[in-house]
């Protein structure tokens, strides 16, 4: 049983209103629908999350858009070499580093670091295309053999990181591992290209110091309570 707050009227529990003085009548138990707008929206939003497809159309446009451009300027006002080439490839290449992390997700790692290998080769090879000719053993001689050690050496590191366990420990030793391989392969090309005898120098400092890490890595992964403390330690 109610009553109307103005003036006391016994009233029926489907009355809006009194119908003595007409005073709305409000139960606070059931809510009423709010009229008008108030200062906050009456429901929970969220921003739409960006779609992988998204981002590979807005990726190929702008770079679809860039290399367009720089080609349309050096075909009708700089006219002097084809500069814009180099812009289209260097495009292309982004593009290629780009579309399996958001273009096309399936691509199998290996052939995606092929890939980009393959990409940055090509970008030399056009970089030596548009130089004279006489620079062109540079690419021969060091530029391509100095991508493919660093393509060979990424798919052995992704191919240990994926078939054997891994962990910031052994992620560190085949890290260290590689670095004096590329070092001393590094050190080897130039003086094959400047005509010096070889001999490693600089990469053997290199080569020492990481064999060093090596040990202590290998020494640390073999026993359990050192690997557990380290982990400890460094919060991994």
Request: hydrophobic share 45%; proline share 9%; charged share 15%.
């Given at each position: 049983m109610s009553y109307c707050?103005?003036?006391?009227?016994?009233?029926?529990?489907?009355?809006?209103?009194?119908?003595?003085?007409?005073?709305?009548?409000?139960?606070?138990?059931?809510?009423h629908p709010v009229t008008g707008s108030g200062p906050y929206p009456s429901s929970k939003g969220q921003v739409e999350v960006v779609k992988r497809k998204d981002l590979g159309i807005l990726l190929s446009i702008v770079l679809s858009a860039t290399s367009i451009t720089c080609f349309l300027l050096n075909l009708f006002v700089f006219k002097g070499s084809l500069w814009s080439f180099l812009v289209i490839g260097i495009c292309l290449c982004l593009f290629f580093f780009a579309f399996p992390a958001v273009i096309y997700t399936k691509t199998p790692v290996y052939v995606a670091l092929l890939a980009d290998g393959v990409a940055v080769g090509l970008y030399l090879y056009l970089i030596t295309f548009l130089t004279t000719t006489a620079t062109a053993r540079w690419f021969w001689q060091l530029g391509l053999p100095i991508v493919v050690t660093v393509t060979v050496l990424i798919e052995i590191f992704t191919f240990l990181a994926h078939k054997l366990p891994f962990s910031v420990l052994t992620g560190s030793l085949y890290f260290f591992i590689e670095v004096p391989v590329l070092c001393v392969a590094l050190e080897l090309l130039i003086k094959r290209f400047c005509h010096v005898p070889y001999r490693i120098t600089?990469?053997?400092?290199?080569?020492?110091?990481?064999?060093?890490?090596?040990?202590?890595?290998?020494t640390i992964i073999a026993k359990k309570r050192l690997r557990n403390e380290v982990r400890r330690r460094l919060h991994f």
């Open positions: 707050v103005n003036c006391g009227v016994e009233l029926e529990a489907s009355l809006k209103e009194c119908p003595l003085c007409n005073t709305p009548v409000i139960n606070p138990k059931q809510p600089w990469s053997a400092v290199v080569l020492t110091v990481c064999v060093i890490i090596d040990i202590t890595l290998i």
